[in-house]
């Protein structure tokens, strides 16, 4: 294969945000964890056709530029029982609330029994409490650009949240001029294996 199309050249400064392997027309990427548990593109010897795809949407491969903050606020939910069941507030469930209210869709990160942690999509308000509550490593986010630009594409409001890095890969899938998305990202300073 060719380096110059290899997507697995990004290394280290790969966030395993799967926008790569989201993107590849003929699902060539596919995404393992590494000793310590993080997960990185593999490239399906024999599938890639060399598009450069993957590199294009990659995150990491093209850095923003940092921009000074103008403004900034400090909130939280009003709601005390919401705020509790929350880990920051209850900001994310009291906008996801009116999101689903309004038709639309929340997308968050879910641990399940055995622990394996996910992003997933609530439609309804009594599923929001397993989407509360910080969870503190990386969570799963494959196959979930593709559920989430489905939803954006049938005209639902979305409401995704995430690492920035998830943020950043899901933008970088769907396109930023979505009116209907909504995005919130965490304040991260990396995470845990």
Known sequence: MDSAYDI????????????????????AIHMERDAEGFSYPQIVEGACIACGKCLKICPAAHPREA???A??????????????G????????????????SGGVAVGASIDASGHVAHRIIDTVDELPSLQKS????????????????KLDQGMRVLFSGCPCQVAGLLAYVGED??????????CHGVPS
């Open 86 to 101: 929350s880990s920051s507030g209850g900001v994310f469930a009291a906008c996801a609330r009116y999101v689903i209210a």
């Open 67 to 69: 921009h000074s903050i």
């Open 178 to 187: 979505r009116e209907n998305l909504i995005t919130m990202d965490l304040i």
């Open 71 to 84: 403004v900034m606020y400090a909130v939280f939910a009003r709601d005390d029982k919401l705020r509790g």
């Open 135 to 150: 969870k503190y490593v990386q969570s799963d986010t494959e196959g979930i650009y593709h559920a989430v630009k489905s």
């Open 8 to 27: 697995s050249r990004i290394g280290a400064a790969c966030t395993g945000c799967t926008a790569c392997a989201s993107a590849c027309p003929v699902n």
